[in-house]
């Protein structure tokens, strides 16, 4: 099945045609003015400068094709040109028992083909901090968005697991501990299958290690030739760097648990070092990369560039691979890999726009991405009330962990505030907590368009009121309670609608869920879905405040209604599941 939007285009979009006008000057949209009239098409004013007539004359010559048509209870026209539309309400009983035979609501399956997002970059032997908050809620709604849409989305947490870090922390260990195992040439048996230190311990070190590299130049000569020794296949390093690997992994998946975040794709860049040369040799035999005062470049300039595009550095001239070495050959990694791959999204820091749009440039250059699409889905930050980068009172950098434990006890204190879910133990309590502080965090990221900065407000966010995830969450358990209790009552939930005027606006709004999704989509832009929630759940509020539901006499009238309510908690949670939102059973 198709949208009300859909259905209608296509029959004001026929008149246009029978007028030898471009049959999409038809597009019918939601209206702007609701008071007005429920939809609008504004291809008049276009379809004149063309027809070189008036506007409201080639309108009235639409009006007057449509009043052909009896789905419409109102066909009027608007300021210079607007055609207003009503439909009857037969007309949308029958759209909403389509709809109802659908478990989808209407959504058609968008597209095909895999898709990798690419929305981690936590680092190995770091603590993961607020910077790695958006991107991870970004990149894993979108995940479940191109799902639901139809594609095979795979999320990789591309983790940064090589290059000098790694050799500053085994320089540093092994000054620490030279007695370790990993540091012994003559050692030949197996190195402990269990770390020799804790996670913390290896968070602490790493700063202390870059520091000491930055002090002392002999110090950092030892890093480079332990980095060089790992890349090389050292055993005792290698089986040194993969407890920091699988440390790291543990602390990463800890952090993101609370917030149902996951990964397909637990790679990280030393997955793809062997690549590296090969690529290298490659792109030098067909004159792709060149030398440039010692360093390996490749351009990527354009014709037409409106400002200065750099090459892409792909050996520093020491010999050092970039960031764009390893990402230029993890796409490589992933075209081998992934044969029917369409697409492949980037959810990082919007500063680093230029080095993908040289990654990008450069991956095409090479013939790796010819058939693929690459997007680079920039996010802004997290800030403080002072608009800078959010913070510990303390001044620091706030990890990963604390904003998520800062909210969830946040909205605990709001559970006390209003009194909810206090029949329930503390273990069931405090899961219901969890449930409505990822609420607040995801739907305040997911509500603001993913380049744009946003302020960390966590009163507003928490609030069980306004344009918040825990006001998302009380009205779905709150219809969820009125069908159980309907069900209880053997109350018949309908599969034939009976639409009155205070049904109609929820009815409409209901009808709008396949648009929002292929906006949604379309954009790569979450951001819709959770205004249109939103909407749902304020439309649900003044409809069950203006209609009788559970002491309605007429029982057809009821049991649309009632169905009018089911349908509105299944639309909310199948969005709020696209957000990574689980609503609890009650409250």
Not at 13 to 33: A, M, N, Q
Not at 46 to 62: D, F, L, S
Not at 339 to 357: A, C, G, P, S, T
Not at 503 to 531: G, I, M, N, W
Request: proline share 4%; with cysteine; charged share 25%.
């Amino acid at each position: 099945m198709t949208s009300l939007t859909h259905i209608l285009s296509g029959i004001v979009g026929d008149v246009f045609d029978k007028l030898e006008l471009p049959k999409d000057l038809g597009t019918v949209k939601v209206s702007d003015r609701p008071d007005l009239a429920q939809f609008q098409c504004n291809g008049a004013m276009a379809a004149a400068k063309i027809a070189k007539k008036n506007p409201r004359e080639i309108a009235q010559t639409i009006c007057d094709a449509l009043l052909q048509n009896d789905i419409f209870s109102k066909i009027e026209i608007a300021g210079p040109g607007f055609i207003n539309l009503n439909l009857t309400d037969e007309f949308l009983q029958s759209h909403l028992k389509s709809m109802n035979t659908d478990d989808r609501y209407g959504v058609p399956i968008l597209g095909e083909g895999q898709i990798i997002l690419d929305y981690g970059g936590m680092n190995v032997a770091k603590a993961m901090h607020v910077g790695h908050f958006r991107p991870n809620v970004i990149g894993d709604c979108l995940r479940s968005l191109l799902r639901f849409a139809g594609y095979d989305a795979l999320g990789d947490v591309h983790l940064g697991d090589w290059g000098l870090q790694m050799g500053q922390i085994i320089s540093e260990f092994e000054i620490r501990h030279p007695d370790w195992p990993y540091f012994d040439k003559s050692y030949k048996g197996n190195y402990p299958p269990e770390p020799l230190f804790t996670y913390q311990e290896l968070e602490k070190i790493y700063p202390e290690a870059s520091q000491a590299c930055k002090d002392n130049k002999d110090r950092l000569e030892q890093a480079r030739q332990a980095t060089v020794k790992l890349q090389d296949g050292h055993a005792g390093y290698t089986a040194l760097w993969q407890h920091f690997i699988d440390l790291s992994l543990e602390d990463i998946k800890d952090n993101l648990a609370p917030l149902n975040i996951d990964y397909d794709i637990w790679k990280g860049e030393a997955c793809v070092h062997h690549f590296i040369a090969k690529i290298a040799e490659d792109m030098h035999a067909r004159n792709i990369s060149e030398i440039s005062n010692g360093a390996t470049i490749i351009p990527v300039s354009e014709q037409g560039d409106k400002k200065e595009m750099p090459p892409l550095m792909f050996f520093k001239s020491d010999g050092a691979v970039t960031y764009g070495t390893t990402d230029i050959a993890t796409i490589y990694d992933r075209i081998k890999l992934y044969l029917d791959l369409k697409k492949m999204i980037y959810v990082v820091d919007y500063r680093q726009n230029l080095h993908f749009e040289q990654v990008f440039r450069a991956a095409t250059k090479a013939g790796y991405t010819t058939d693929i699409d690459m997007l680079h889905i920039g996010n802004g930050t997290v800030n403080g009330p002072d608009g800078k980068p959010f913070k510990t009172r303390e001044g620091k950098a706030m990890t990963f962990r604390d904003l998520v434990n800062t909210v969830i006890a946040k909205a605990m204190a709001r559970l006390d505030e209003a009194d909810l879910a206090t029949d329930m133990s503390d273990e069931a309590r405090q899961e219901i907590a969890r449930k409505v502080g990822v609420a607040a965090l995801k739907y305040t990221e997911l509500s603001n368009q993913p380049h744009m900065d946003y302020i960390f407000d966590i009163d507003r966010m928490t609030a069980f009121e306004g344009k918040t995830g825990p006001y998302l969450l009380y009205q779905a358990v709150r219809i969820k309670s009125l069908l159980k209790k309907a069900e209880e009552n053997n109350l018949t939930i309908a599969d034939d609608f009976k639409i009155e005027a205070k049904d109609r606006a929820l009815a409409l709004l209901l009808s709008e869920f396949s648009d929002t999704v292929k906006l949604a989509v379309r954009q790569y832009s979450p951001h819709f879905l959770c205004e249109y929630a939103f909407n749902l759940a304020q439309a649900f509020s003044s409809f069950y405040a203006a209609c009788h539901i559970m002491s309605e006499q007429d029982e057809s009238l009821q049991a649309s209604r009632l169905k009018l309510c089911a349908m509105t908690h299944d639309i909310l949670e199948k969005i709020l599941n696209i957000l990574g939102i689980h609503i609890p059973e009650k409250m």
